[in-house]
Protein backbone atom coordinates (compact mmCIF):
# COMPACT_ATOMS: atom_id res chain seq x y z
CA UNK A 1 0.00 0.00 0.00
CA UNK A 2 0.81 3.74 -0.10
CA UNK A 3 2.07 5.43 2.81
CA UNK A 4 0.96 9.80 3.21
CA UNK A 5 3.66 11.34 4.18
CA UNK A 6 3.63 14.40 6.54
CA UNK A 7 6.10 16.42 7.91
CA UNK A 8 5.51 18.63 10.46
CA UNK A 9 8.14 21.82 11.47
CA UNK A 10 7.96 24.18 14.59
CA UNK A 11 8.78 27.85 13.18
CA UNK A 12 9.86 30.11 15.59
CA UNK A 13 9.21 34.17 15.46
CA UNK A 14 8.64 36.77 18.36
CA UNK A 15 8.55 34.52 20.94
CA UNK A 16 5.62 32.10 19.33
CA UNK A 17 5.59 28.75 17.68
CA UNK A 18 3.35 27.99 14.81
CA UNK A 19 3.24 24.95 13.17
CA UNK A 20 2.99 24.39 9.38
CA UNK A 21 2.78 21.31 7.51
CA UNK A 22 3.99 19.67 4.21
CA UNK A 23 1.79 17.38 2.50
CA UNK A 24 2.98 15.57 -0.87
CA UNK A 25 -0.01 14.88 -2.79
CA UNK A 26 -0.21 11.15 -4.32
CA UNK A 27 -2.00 10.36 -7.72
CA UNK A 28 -5.96 9.16 -6.68
CA UNK A 29 -5.38 5.79 -7.67
CA UNK A 30 -2.69 5.25 -4.92
CA UNK A 31 -4.63 7.17 -2.35
CA UNK A 32 -7.24 5.14 -3.03
CA UNK A 33 -5.21 2.13 -2.06
CA UNK A 34 -3.81 3.73 1.09
CA UNK A 35 -4.93 2.52 4.23
CA UNK A 36 -2.67 3.95 6.97
CA UNK A 37 -1.11 7.63 7.61
CA UNK A 38 2.75 7.86 8.16
CA UNK A 39 3.59 10.74 9.98
CA UNK A 40 7.09 12.10 9.83
CA UNK A 41 7.74 14.86 12.74
CA UNK A 42 10.99 16.40 12.70
CA UNK A 43 11.56 15.98 16.58
CA UNK A 44 12.79 12.93 17.79
CA UNK A 45 10.41 12.02 20.08
CA UNK A 46 11.66 10.69 23.47
CA UNK A 47 9.93 7.72 25.45
CA UNK A 48 7.53 8.84 28.07
CA UNK A 49 9.85 7.44 30.42
CA UNK A 50 7.18 5.02 32.01
CA UNK A 51 8.99 1.65 32.94
CA UNK A 52 5.88 0.05 34.97
CA UNK A 53 2.89 -1.50 34.24
CA UNK A 54 -0.38 -0.93 35.99
CA UNK A 55 -4.17 -2.12 36.15
CA UNK A 56 -7.31 -0.89 35.82
CA UNK A 57 -7.39 0.84 39.07
CA UNK A 58 -3.80 2.57 38.47
CA UNK A 59 -2.28 -0.35 41.34
CA UNK A 60 1.25 -1.42 39.66
CA UNK A 61 1.09 -5.30 38.38
CA UNK A 62 3.78 -7.17 37.00
CA UNK A 63 3.50 -6.70 32.81
CA UNK A 64 1.43 -8.62 31.17
CA UNK A 65 2.33 -11.44 28.32
CA UNK A 66 1.23 -10.93 25.00
CA UNK A 67 -2.23 -12.47 24.58
CA UNK A 68 -3.35 -11.83 28.51
CA UNK A 69 -5.15 -8.77 29.33
CA UNK A 70 -3.90 -5.22 29.36
CA UNK A 71 -1.03 -6.11 27.16
CA UNK A 72 0.27 -3.26 25.24
CA UNK A 73 0.90 -0.66 27.68
CA UNK A 74 3.33 1.72 27.55
CA UNK A 75 6.21 -0.12 29.90
CA UNK A 76 5.93 -2.78 26.90
CA UNK A 77 6.89 -0.38 24.03
CA UNK A 78 10.26 1.41 24.85
CA UNK A 79 11.20 4.53 22.34
CA UNK A 80 14.28 6.73 22.00
CA UNK A 81 15.42 6.62 25.75
CA UNK A 82 15.78 10.11 27.04
CA UNK A 83 19.40 11.80 26.79
CA UNK A 84 19.51 14.99 29.14
CA UNK A 85 22.85 16.35 29.45
CA UNK A 86 23.85 18.29 33.11
CA UNK A 87 26.28 21.02 31.18
CA UNK A 88 27.43 22.34 34.34
CA UNK A 89 26.42 25.72 33.66
CA UNK A 90 22.98 25.79 34.77
CA UNK A 91 21.70 24.38 31.45
CA UNK A 92 20.69 21.04 30.14
CA UNK A 93 21.22 20.04 26.70
CA UNK A 94 18.47 17.15 25.22
CA UNK A 95 20.36 15.45 23.26
CA UNK A 96 17.61 13.56 21.00
CA UNK A 97 16.12 17.23 20.23
CA UNK A 98 19.23 19.39 20.31
CA UNK A 99 17.38 22.07 22.46
CA UNK A 100 19.44 23.56 25.53
CA UNK A 101 17.04 24.58 28.65
CA UNK A 102 17.83 26.35 32.08
CA UNK A 103 17.70 23.89 34.78
CA UNK A 104 16.54 25.97 37.21
CA UNK A 105 12.93 28.56 36.44
CA UNK A 106 13.29 32.42 36.59
CA UNK A 107 12.50 33.04 40.10
CA UNK A 108 9.91 35.21 39.70
CA UNK A 109 6.63 34.40 38.30
CA UNK A 110 5.27 36.53 34.90
CA UNK A 111 2.43 37.31 32.68
CA UNK A 112 2.23 35.45 29.48
CA UNK A 113 3.49 38.92 27.25
CA UNK A 114 6.48 39.51 30.46
CA UNK A 115 7.50 35.78 30.26
CA UNK A 116 8.13 36.02 26.02
CA UNK A 117 10.33 39.28 26.80
CA UNK A 118 11.93 38.08 29.64
CA UNK A 119 13.69 35.06 27.27
CA UNK A 120 13.79 36.60 24.97
CA UNK A 121 16.06 39.53 26.53
CA UNK A 122 17.85 36.90 28.63
CA UNK A 123 21.67 36.37 28.20
CA UNK A 124 23.15 33.64 30.24
CA UNK A 125 25.91 30.73 30.06
CA UNK A 126 27.29 32.82 27.60
CA UNK A 127 24.08 32.57 24.81
CA UNK A 128 21.77 35.22 24.52
CA UNK A 129 19.29 33.48 21.36
CA UNK A 130 17.05 32.32 24.47
CA UNK A 131 13.03 32.47 24.08
CA UNK A 132 9.73 30.86 25.32
CA UNK A 133 9.63 27.22 24.83
CA UNK A 134 6.56 26.04 22.39
CA UNK A 135 3.96 23.74 23.56
CA UNK A 136 5.24 20.77 22.30
CA UNK A 137 8.81 21.48 23.27
CA UNK A 138 7.48 22.40 26.98
CA UNK A 139 5.89 18.79 26.64
CA UNK A 140 8.91 17.25 25.64
CA UNK A 141 10.92 17.32 28.87
CA UNK A 142 8.15 15.69 30.93
CA UNK A 143 8.40 12.26 32.68
CA UNK A 144 5.67 10.60 32.68
CA UNK A 145 6.65 7.86 35.08
CA UNK A 146 6.17 10.20 38.00
CA UNK A 147 4.54 12.93 39.73
CA UNK A 148 5.00 16.15 41.86
CA UNK A 149 6.97 16.21 39.67
CA UNK A 150 6.72 15.08 36.57
CA UNK A 151 9.99 16.24 35.43
CA UNK A 152 13.87 14.55 35.18
CA UNK A 153 15.19 15.08 38.38
CA UNK A 154 17.79 17.13 36.42
CA UNK A 155 15.41 19.80 36.34
CA UNK A 156 13.94 22.05 39.31
CA UNK A 157 10.46 22.08 39.17
CA UNK A 158 7.88 24.11 40.80
CA UNK A 159 4.24 22.71 41.68
CA UNK A 160 3.01 25.03 39.64
CA UNK A 161 2.25 26.29 35.98
CA UNK A 162 4.89 26.90 33.41
CA UNK A 163 4.16 29.37 30.11
CA UNK A 164 4.48 28.12 26.55
CA UNK A 165 4.38 30.24 23.84
CA UNK A 166 2.12 28.81 22.23
CA UNK A 167 -1.73 31.01 22.11
CA UNK A 168 -5.00 29.01 23.03
CA UNK A 169 -6.29 28.93 19.14
CA UNK A 170 -10.10 29.35 20.13
CA UNK A 171 -9.51 32.24 23.25
CA UNK A 172 -6.69 34.60 22.06
CA UNK A 173 -6.66 35.71 25.66
CA UNK A 174 -5.22 32.53 26.63
CA UNK A 175 -1.89 30.73 26.11
CA UNK A 176 -1.18 27.15 26.94
CA UNK A 177 0.98 25.95 30.06
CA UNK A 178 2.11 22.61 31.68
CA UNK A 179 1.62 22.32 35.27
CA UNK A 180 5.29 20.91 36.31
CA UNK A 181 4.19 18.63 39.46
CA UNK A 182 2.11 16.63 36.74
CA UNK A 183 2.74 16.94 33.42
CA UNK A 184 -0.66 18.33 32.74
CA UNK A 185 -1.50 20.70 29.51
CA UNK A 186 -3.99 23.54 30.73
CA UNK A 187 -4.63 26.97 28.32
CA UNK A 188 -4.18 29.56 30.85
CA UNK A 189 -5.34 33.52 30.93
CA UNK A 190 -2.26 35.52 29.78
CA UNK A 191 -2.73 38.02 32.49
CA UNK A 192 -2.00 35.25 34.78
CA UNK A 193 1.37 34.82 36.70
CA UNK A 194 2.85 31.80 35.81
CA UNK A 195 6.63 30.19 36.16
CA UNK A 196 9.40 30.33 33.20
CA UNK A 197 11.42 27.72 31.37
CA UNK A 198 13.66 29.80 28.74
CA UNK A 199 14.79 27.46 25.97
CA UNK A 200 17.51 27.89 22.90
CA UNK A 201 17.89 25.64 19.57
CA UNK A 202 22.07 26.18 19.34
CA UNK A 203 23.78 25.38 16.79
CA UNK A 204 23.58 21.66 16.80
CA UNK A 205 20.04 20.95 16.79
CA UNK A 206 19.33 17.34 15.78
CA UNK A 207 15.41 18.50 14.42
CA UNK A 208 16.09 16.09 11.41
CA UNK A 209 14.78 12.48 12.33
CA UNK A 210 11.40 11.61 11.72
CA UNK A 211 9.79 9.79 14.39
CA UNK A 212 8.87 6.42 12.53
CA UNK A 213 5.30 5.76 13.22
CA UNK A 214 2.60 5.07 11.06
CA UNK A 215 -0.45 5.33 11.65
CA UNK A 216 -3.98 4.15 11.64
CA UNK A 217 -5.51 6.48 9.08
CA UNK A 218 -9.85 5.46 9.42
CA UNK A 219 -10.18 4.60 13.04
CA UNK A 220 -13.82 2.92 13.60
CA UNK A 221 -16.73 4.43 15.17
CA UNK A 222 -16.71 2.08 17.87
CA UNK A 223 -15.61 3.07 21.76
CA UNK A 224 -13.15 1.27 24.02
CA UNK A 225 -12.60 1.30 27.65
CA UNK A 226 -8.71 1.40 27.98
CA UNK A 227 -8.12 -2.83 28.29
CA UNK A 228 -10.24 -3.00 25.44
CA UNK A 229 -8.40 -0.42 23.78
CA UNK A 230 -5.17 -2.56 24.27
CA UNK A 231 -6.48 -5.03 22.83
CA UNK A 232 -7.97 -3.57 20.25
CA UNK A 233 -4.84 -2.41 18.91
CA UNK A 234 -2.56 -5.42 19.52
CA UNK A 235 -5.23 -7.41 17.60
CA UNK A 236 -5.52 -5.20 14.47
CA UNK A 237 -4.58 -6.50 11.15
CA UNK A 238 -4.35 -3.97 8.56
CA UNK A 239 -2.69 -3.42 5.65
CA UNK A 240 -0.75 -6.68 5.75
CA UNK A 241 1.03 -5.43 9.04
CA UNK A 242 -0.10 -7.06 12.68
CA UNK A 243 2.57 -5.32 14.61
CA UNK A 244 -0.40 -2.20 15.42
CA UNK A 245 -0.31 -1.19 19.21
CA UNK A 246 -1.91 1.54 21.18
CA UNK A 247 -0.08 4.55 20.86
CA UNK A 248 1.64 6.24 24.00
CA UNK A 249 0.60 10.01 25.28
CA UNK A 250 3.79 11.83 23.34
CA UNK A 251 3.38 9.45 20.25
CA UNK A 252 -0.68 10.59 20.07
CA UNK A 253 -0.11 14.20 20.97
CA UNK A 254 2.55 14.36 17.79
CA UNK A 255 -0.56 14.59 15.89
CA UNK A 256 -1.82 17.71 17.11
CA UNK A 257 -1.77 20.89 14.94
CA UNK A 258 -2.22 24.35 17.79
CA UNK A 259 -2.93 25.94 14.48
CA UNK A 260 -6.53 24.35 13.90
CA UNK A 261 -9.13 23.56 16.07
CA UNK A 262 -12.57 21.08 16.09
CA UNK A 263 -10.25 19.08 15.14
CA UNK A 264 -6.69 20.11 16.12
CA UNK A 265 -5.01 17.89 13.59
CA UNK A 266 -4.02 18.01 10.07
CA UNK A 267 -6.86 17.74 7.65
CA UNK A 268 -4.61 14.70 5.93
CA UNK A 269 -5.87 12.46 8.96
CA UNK A 270 -9.57 11.67 9.26
CA UNK A 271 -10.26 12.43 12.81
CA UNK A 272 -13.28 13.40 14.98
CA UNK A 273 -13.67 15.86 17.86
CA UNK A 274 -13.50 13.41 20.46
CA UNK A 275 -11.79 12.01 23.60
CA UNK A 276 -8.43 9.26 21.78
CA UNK A 277 -6.64 7.07 24.30
CA UNK A 278 -3.42 6.48 24.95
CA UNK A 279 -1.48 3.51 26.49
CA UNK A 280 0.25 5.76 29.45
CA UNK A 281 -1.06 5.26 32.79
CA UNK A 282 -1.47 8.72 34.69
CA UNK A 283 1.02 7.60 37.74
CA UNK A 284 -1.04 9.42 41.09
CA UNK A 285 -2.13 8.30 43.94
CA UNK A 286 -4.72 10.75 44.02
CA UNK A 287 -6.64 10.47 40.52
CA UNK A 288 -5.94 6.81 39.26
CA UNK A 289 -6.10 6.91 35.13
CA UNK A 290 -4.70 6.65 31.67
CA UNK A 291 -4.12 9.94 29.62
CA UNK A 292 -5.97 10.25 26.55
CA UNK A 293 -6.21 13.62 23.90
CA UNK A 294 -8.83 15.91 23.05
CA UNK A 295 -8.75 16.31 19.30
CA UNK A 296 -11.22 19.05 19.41
CA UNK A 297 -8.23 21.36 20.68
CA UNK A 298 -5.24 19.25 21.37
CA UNK A 299 -5.89 19.30 25.46
CA UNK A 300 -4.47 16.15 27.31
CA UNK A 301 -6.68 14.53 29.96
CA UNK A 302 -6.89 12.05 32.50
CA UNK A 303 -9.70 9.50 31.92
CA UNK A 304 -10.60 6.61 34.46
CA UNK A 305 -9.63 3.45 32.43
CA UNK A 306 -13.40 2.07 32.31
CA UNK A 307 -14.87 5.25 30.62
CA UNK A 308 -15.06 4.31 26.56
CA UNK A 309 -13.31 6.51 23.87
CA UNK A 310 -11.91 6.06 20.91
CA UNK A 311 -8.68 4.46 19.78
CA UNK A 312 -5.98 5.44 16.32
CA UNK A 313 -3.75 2.56 16.49
CA UNK A 314 0.05 3.18 15.74
CA UNK A 315 3.02 1.19 14.65
CA UNK A 316 6.89 1.66 15.14
CA UNK A 317 8.58 1.62 11.44
CA UNK A 318 11.68 1.89 12.97
CA UNK A 319 13.35 -1.16 15.10
CA UNK A 320 12.50 -0.56 18.94
CA UNK A 321 14.81 0.69 21.38
Same mark, same amino acid.
Given at each position: SI !??????K?IK?????R??H?C??L?L?F???S??V??AE?N???????????????N???????G??????D?Q?????P???????Q?????N?????L??????QH????A !???C?EL????ES????????????????????PAA??????E????W?A??H??NP????G??C??G???WL?KS?Q??I???????K????S??GL???E??????????S??A?C?????D?KE?W?????????S??D???????I?P?I?CRS?I?W??T?V?????P?????????GD???K??????H?????S???EQ
Amino acid at each position: SI !IIMLKKKEIKANGSCRVRHLCHVLPLLFLLLSVSVCWAEQNLLSDTGQRKCYDMGGNEICCPTRGNPLYGQDAQYQGVSPALQDNGDQTVTDQNTGLTWLKSEADVQHTWENA !ISYCNELDFAGESDWRLPGKIELESIVNYSSSYPAADQVFSCESSFYWSATSHKPNPPYAWGVFCADGADHWLHKSNQYYIRCVRSGNKTVLKSDTGLEWQENDKDQLHTWESALAYCETLSLDAKEDWRLPNIRELKSLVDYDRYYPAIDPAIPCRSSIYWSSTTVVSDTQPGAWATFFGNGDDIWKAKADSHHVRCVRSTKQEQ
